[in-house]
């Protein structure tokens, strides 16, 4: 080797270790990125899952005082009222739903509004908004139908 290429060699002994430092610090911040988007996806996805629940036992609560239409002011019930202890149908559908809704939400209640032709189904439970264990929100899922 002569000279000149001794000094070439001697001038570009660091670049490689910067430019593996430089891609080391972009794929650090690439993974720090793919892993929030994965975490808020998740969130997002269990979010859903719960609308879809409560959408289900709105279902299932019309579709119970469908089945006994004649008494359907019979299934009025407010929020936070305990499940009705009973023999009556009406009553053993709303013990049930209730149970569900305690199952399947957390946090969660509904309460029903019908006259004779109309039922309103409120479903309530709390989801979490972020990572952070204390920010909570009420979320209030509200079903009309005709019956």
Do not use: H
Request: glycine share 4%; with cysteine.
């Amino acid at each position: 080797m002569n000279q000149q290429n001794l000094k070439l060699i001697r001038k570009n002994q660091g670049a490689s270790l910067i430019e593996v430092l430089i891609a080391a610090l972009i794929l650090g911040t690439a993974l720090l990125t793919l892993t929030s988007l994965q975490t808020r996806s998740l969130q997002f996805n269990q979010s859903a899952y719960l609308r879809s629940q409560a959408n289900i036992l709105a279902y299932d609560i019309l579709d119970r005082i469908r089945i006994n239409r004649d008494k359907a002011t019979e299934y009025d019930l407010a929020l936070a009222n305990a499940a009705p202890t009973g023999t009556k149908l009406s009553e053993k559908d709303l013990k049930s739903w209730l149970d569900a809704i305690a199952v399947l939400l957390p946090d969660g209640d509904g309460s029903i509004d019908c006259d004779a032709k109309k039922c309103t189904v409120n479903i309530q439970w709390t989801e979490q908004l972020s990572s952070v264990i204390d920010e909570n929100e009420t979320l209030i899922f509200t079903y009309s139908s005709q019956i």
